[in-house]
């Protein structure tokens, strides 16, 4: 299969000159800077209009501009050397202290990344560790369908077993398939808060029990939700508890780059023990280029990021977070009710900010529709949804830009308009979801994977040249 749509990756293609060799001479800053504010400005013009579903946590350009200083007094600096940037060493502290805060943890304990990839890794080699520790070689971890791919690419670089347990009909994590794919071998469990796909709470109180029961380690991700759903319980807003105070938890990740609201490239990784920490540094003593310490997978970090990260927390605080977190609850929950409005429609479980809708399935055949037609059309108005597979679905994961004025009643009023196109192209192949399963037919694994390589390999390359 071809890869889809790759000319679409190259819209400047036409407008500026290719650079395919190193370039001779420099070019003026002026125009650089020119080409670069023109790009930047006409790809952020949509999220700005509210109408991109996650992705853009803040979308406040003076929040952005703030970070922006701070981060310009850092981003040439490198976190590796401590003694020369001091300063470093005092933002991950901080930044892991005030995490640890919201999260209960029994200490501040736990490691800056560079994002909710690198957060969801770590724990699963520090398990491997972990069950090394206790003669296991070859462990396993149980974790629910749903959650973050980042596991299987953990678990393919680490060489750990990946068990997949099934989701209820609520979904979010069945405890009794977790239960069943426990053995001796097993040396963690994961749940998420929340989900990625549906934004929901796996029962965490449970997994943290089954965990105790059995001796072993529970990770929770909360890379999407930690830094969203930590802000529930002070809104009144019904999430369970998900964090630290469940005995079993032993770690949690939660990402300051999306709803810390602080620049690409950071996130945290609390732990409940600094002994289980240590089983991810990594230490080579007698190197010829002098004893090595790293406490993750990186090796130069730019202090810049942290920087921006520690600013964006201590500038707004709990009642700047605590005041954006109720507008998209909020927003969330209305969200919830239009849908609500439609039988066409089903709501995914019992989310609170990013809401999963897929076609109803208890109406009669001919009154069925498929939910990528209603995502085409919602797409020819630029709303930028999610596409889900398995069941068919798209989410709206609520930020900051979608709880501006005017922007949920935009899209109650195109939602209604995508249901009437659906009716009508009841039978026709829609646009959206190809690859995802679309109206529920499955596209073969091996075409999904060579048309997604050819996809990767389009994004890391150049555009053809003119004929
Ligand atoms: C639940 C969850 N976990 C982990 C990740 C991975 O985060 P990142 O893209 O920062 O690597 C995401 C990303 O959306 C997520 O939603």
Same mark, same amino acid.
């Given at each position: 299969?071809?890869?889809?749509?790759?000319?679409?990756?190259?819209?400047?293609?036409?407008?500026?000159?290719?650079?395919?060799?190193?370039?001779?001479?420099?070019?003026?800053?002026?125009?650089? /800077? $020119?080409? %670069?504010?023109?790009?930047? #400005?006409?790809? +952020?013009?949509?999220?700005?209009?509210?109408?991109? =579903?996650?992705?853009?946590?803040?979308?406040?350009?003076?929040?952005?501009?703030?970070?922006?200083?701070?981060?310009?007094?850092?981003?040439?600096?490198?976190?590796?050397?401590?003694?020369?940037?001091?300063?470093?060493?005092?933002?991950?502290?901080?930044?892991?202290?005030?995490?640890?805060?919201?999260?209960?943890?029994?200490?501040?304990?736990?490691?800056?990344?560079?994002?909710?990839?690198?957060?969801?890794?770590?724990?699963?080699?520090?398990?491997?560790?972990?069950?090394?520790?206790?003669?296991?070689?070859?462990?396993?971890?149980?974790?629910?369908?749903?959650?973050?791919?980042?596991?299987?690419?953990?678990?393919?670089?680490?060489?750990?077993?990946?068990?997949?347990?099934?989701?209820?009909?609520?979904? /979010? $994590?069945? %405890?009794?398939?977790?239960? #069943?794919?426990? +053995?001796?071998?097993?040396?963690?469990?994961?749940? =998420?808060?929340?989900?990625?796909?549906?934004?929901?709470?796996?029962?965490?109180?449970?997994?943290?029990?089954?965990?105790?029961?059995?001796?072993?380690?529970?990770?929770?991700?909360?890379?999407?939700?930690?830094?969203?759903?930590?802000?529930?319980?002070?809104?009144?807003?019904?999430?369970?508890?998900?964090?630290?105070?469940?005995?079993?938890?032993?770690?949690?990740?939660?990402?300051?780059?999306?709803?810390?609201?602080?620049?690409?490239?950071?996130?945290?990784?609390?732990?409940?023990?600094?002994?289980?920490?240590?089983?991810?540094?990594?230490?080579?003593?007698?190197?010829?280029?002098?004893?090595?310490?790293?406490?993750?997978?990186?090796?130069?970090?730019?202090?810049?990021?942290?920087?921006?990260?520690?600013? $964006?927390?201590?500038?707004?605080?709990?009642?700047?977070?605590?005041?954006?977190?109720?507008?998209?609850?909020?927003?969330?929950?209305?969200?919830?009710?239009?849908?609500?409005?439609?039988?066409?429609?089903?709501?995914?479980?019992?989310?609170?900010?990013?809401?999963?809708?897929?076609?109803?399935?208890?109406?009669?055949?001919?009154?069925?529709?498929?939910?990528?037609?209603?995502?085409?059309?919602?797409?020819?108005?630029?709303?930028?949804?999610?596409?889900?597979?398995?069941?068919?679905?798209?989410?709206?994961?609520?930020?900051?830009?979608?709880?501006?004025?005017?922007?949920?009643?935009?899209?109650?009023?195109?939602?209604?308009?995508?249901?009437?196109?659906?009716?009508?192209?009841?039978?026709?192949?829609?646009?959206?979801?190809?690859?995802?399963?679309?109206?529920?037919?499955?596209?073969?694994?091996?075409?999904?994977?060579?048309?997604?390589?050819?996809?990767?390999?389009?994004?890391?390359?150049?555009?053809?040249?003119?004929?």
């Amino acid at each position: 299969m071809p890869y889809v749509g790759a000319m679409g990756l190259f819209p400047y293609a036409s407008r500026y000159p290719v650079v395919r060799e190193f370039p001779e001479h420099g070019r003026p800053r002026h125009e650089i /800077v $020119a080409e %670069i504010e023109a790009m930047s #400005a006409a790809e +952020d013009a949509v999220a700005l209009e509210g109408k991109i =579903s996650g992705s853009i946590y803040s979308g406040d350009h003076d929040h952005y501009a703030f970070l922006n200083e701070v981060f310009g007094h850092y981003s040439h600096a490198n976190v590796l050397q401590r003694d020369v940037y001091p300063s470093a060493t005092r933002f991950e502290g901080e930044i892991i202290a005030m995490t640890a805060d919201l999260m209960h943890a029994p200490e501040p304990c736990g490691v800056i990344t560079s994002g909710g990839t690198e957060s969801l890794m770590n724990p699963l080699l520090v398990y491997r560790e972990w069950g090394r520790e206790r003669g296991i070689t070859r462990p396993n971890v149980v974790l629910p369908v749903t959650a973050h791919p980042a596991f299987d690419k953990g678990a393919h670089y680490f060489g750990i077993e990946l068990r997949k347990a099934a989701v209820t009909d609520r979904y /979010v $994590a069945d %405890i009794d398939s977790v239960r #069943a794919l426990v +053995d001796e071998n097993t040396v963690a469990l994961v749940g =998420s808060a929340g989900t990625y796909p549906h934004g929901l709470i796996d029962p965490i109180d449970a997994l943290s029990a089954l965990a105790l029961e059995h001796g072993i380690n529970l990770h929770v991700d909360g890379c999407l939700g930690g830094f969203i759903l930590g802000w529930a319980e002070a809104l009144a807003v019904p999430a369970p508890v998900f964090d630290f105070r469940l005995p079993g938890v032993t770690s949690i990740s939660a990402d300051t780059h999306k709803y810390g609201f602080g620049l690409k490239g950071s996130s945290v990784l609390l732990y409940r023990t600094p002994e289980l920490r240590r089983h991810q540094y990594f230490i080579v003593p007698d190197w010829p280029g002098g004893l090595y310490t790293s406490p993750g997978m990186s090796g130069s970090r730019s202090g810049g990021i942290i920087a921006a990260a520690w600013a $964006a927390m201590v500038s707004l605080g709990r009642e700047g977070y605590l005041a954006i977190a109720a507008d998209i609850f909020g927003t969330a929950a209305r969200l919830r009710s239009i849908i609500g409005e439609h039988p066409e429609l089903r709501v995914l479980g019992d989310p609170l900010f990013n809401v999963a809708f897929a076609a109803a399935d208890d109406l009669a055949e001919e009154d069925r529709i498929d939910i990528f037609h209603v995502n085409d059309s919602l797409a020819s108005k630029q709303w930028r949804m999610n596409g889900l597979q398995l069941p068919p679905a798209v989410h709206f994961c609520i930020t900051r830009p979608n709880t501006m004025p005017g922007v949920i009643d935009r899209f109650a009023a195109d939602l209604h308009e995508a249901i009437g196109y659906a009716r009508e192209r009841r039978g026709t192949a829609p646009r959206s979801g190809a690859t995802y399963g679309a109206g529920g037919v499955t596209v073969p694994r091996e075409m999904v994977e060579a048309g997604m390589a050819g996809w990767l390999d389009a994004t890391q390359s150049l555009p053809p040249p003119p004929p």
